[in-house]
């Protein structure tokens, strides 16, 4: 079966989504949604491929949403426009197409995080269009949903299950996100948008709530703390410059609590140079890797290291994220309609490609 396709967003996940759908053999590319300049550029040069394809973006959503497609890949930016964010994932599903998003990432188990003039109104959307949202990735996603909970089903006791991602950040490219919402290179005394009150807890208290879900666990709260540190000297990064006594590294964890114990835990070590911070956590790789610890009954230490002949690890990362959702869509497009979570879908691979794919 083929599945017709529409890209919305082809910014620094959406454009390996896009790359993804063009070569996925099931998938057929049938419009690409972009903001400003970008409209009327192929399909393929915006995806990065040596030829073009024969699609041509566009502004007009209009259009592409009466072209009826069977799903919608929905990459575009939300930190910094959640309320339009939402509106346009309503709008969609509201038109009767399926929606698979790397954001807002709080879809990714909106239940017990979201108030309900937020998750209602897209839930009632997807229920007049009869389709279905999934929001997933790799963080939050595949490295805190998935791969914890198989690991999960072989033990015989879990008293915490701790997901962490270790990563140096310099080489990755997004100004609006390094700056601005993760507040690097800020003043210690600048809190940035991340760490405002509350929402470190609603941009990943949806992974600890998910997978106490899976293993049968009711949280009695979610927490949240973090701990910053300034550069020592002035440095560059891929972004741009960070000065000394500047916002360097950042480490915060949320925790889903039953009691006063923490049993599902979310962790982040984030540095911008590899000798930062050296008595926090260490990744299995010098740039960075995923970590899965389960304390119990076996115990389990888990490190998933990311790499690509292509770039380095934050581009594999982002890649992923793409790829992640763009391969779950034939299975999204058979899901019944609503808000879809990892523990909703069966196992997800990537296609077989043709030989030089």
Partial sequence: MTYRVVQWGTGNVGKHALAGVIAHPELELTG???????????????????QPVGVAATTDAEALLASRPDCVVYCCMTDNRLFEAVQDLQRILAAGINVVACAPVFFQYPYGVLPDELLKPVQEAAAQGNSSLWVNGIDPGFANDLLPLALAGTCLRIDQLRCLEIVDYASYDNRAVMFDIMGFGKPLDEIPMLLQPGVL?????????????????????????????????????????????????????????????????????????????????????????????ITGEPNYALDLVTSSRNGDHNYATVLATGLRIVNAIPAVVAAPAGILTALDLPLITAPAQRPGR
Avoid: N
């Avoid at 400003?36 to 550029?41: F, I, L």
């Avoid at 941009?203 to 666990?217: D, P, Y």
């Fill in 32 to 50: 690409v949604w972009v903001s400003g300049a970008k409209s009327g550029a192929d399909a393929g040069t915006l995806a990065g491929l040596d």
């Fill in 201 to 293: 807890s609603l941009a990943w208290g949806s992974t600890v709530r998910q997978l106490a879900a899976g293993i049968g666990v009711t949280l009695d709260a979610v927490t949240q703390s973090y701990e910053r540190i300034a550069a020592p000297e002035s440095f560059d990064i891929a972004t741009g410059h960070i000065a000394e006594g500047t916002a360097a590294a950042l480490r915060f964890e949320v925790r889903g609590m039953v009691g006063d114990v923490p049993v599902t835990v979310l962790e982040h070590v984030t540095r911008l140079r590899p000798d930062l911070c050296p008595d926090w956590p260490q990744p299995a790789d010098p740039e960075g890797s995923y970590r899965v610890e």
